[in-house]
């Protein structure tokens, strides 16, 4: 995980997937699947209710330099500024990054 924040109507998060044992990125649906799964049943069985808790849908964007990555950084920690829920990238307790560039391709998910 490079870079997260939770914010009350979605989530971006900018990582780089795992490899499987076969040397391979974990496929992005498989990755959601396992972040979104244990949520979902947590609300779920607490409202007593069955069904979708997530939309189906997500826009991926894979970093492609290094100016990119730290555009989708700035923008992860920002967007609860611009909505007004923090005065700065620190005031917000939803929100994190690391401090280090990736040593490989990231994936930034917005959902």
Same mark, same amino acid.
């Given at each position: 995980?490079?870079?997260?924040?939770?914010?009350?109507? #979605?989530? #971006?998060?900018?990582? +780089?997937?795992?490899?499987?044992?076969? /040397?391979?990125?974990? &496929?992005?649906?498989?990755?959601?699947? /396992?972040?979104? /799964?244990?949520?979902?049943?947590?609300?779920?069985?607490?409202?007593?209710?069955?069904? #979708?808790?997530?939309?189906?849908?997500?826009?991926?964007?894979?970093?492609?330099?290094?100016?990119?990555?730290?555009?989708?950084?700035?923008?992860?920690?920002?967007?609860?500024?611009?909505?007004?829920?923090?005065? /700065?990238?620190?005031?917000?307790?939803?929100?994190?990054?690391?401090? +280090?560039? &990736? +040593?490989?391709?990231?994936?930034?998910?917005?959902?």
């Amino acid at each position: 995980m490079h870079a997260f924040v939770i914010m009350p109507t #979605h989530v #971006h998060l900018l990582f +780089t997937p795992l490899e499987s044992d076969k /040397g391979e990125p974990y &496929p992005l649906a498989e990755i959601m699947n /396992g972040i979104k /799964g244990a949520p979902s049943h947590s609300v779920n069985k607490l409202l007593n209710r069955r069904g #979708h808790l997530w939309e189906p849908e997500s826009f991926d964007r894979i970093p492609r330099s290094e100016a990119d990555f730290e555009y989708r950084v700035l923008y992860i920690v920002q967007n609860p500024i611009a909505a007004g829920l923090a005065k /700065g990238p620190d005031d917000y307790r939803w929100s994190w990054r690391e401090f +280090t560039q &990736p +040593t490989t391709p990231a994936v930034h998910n917005s959902k």
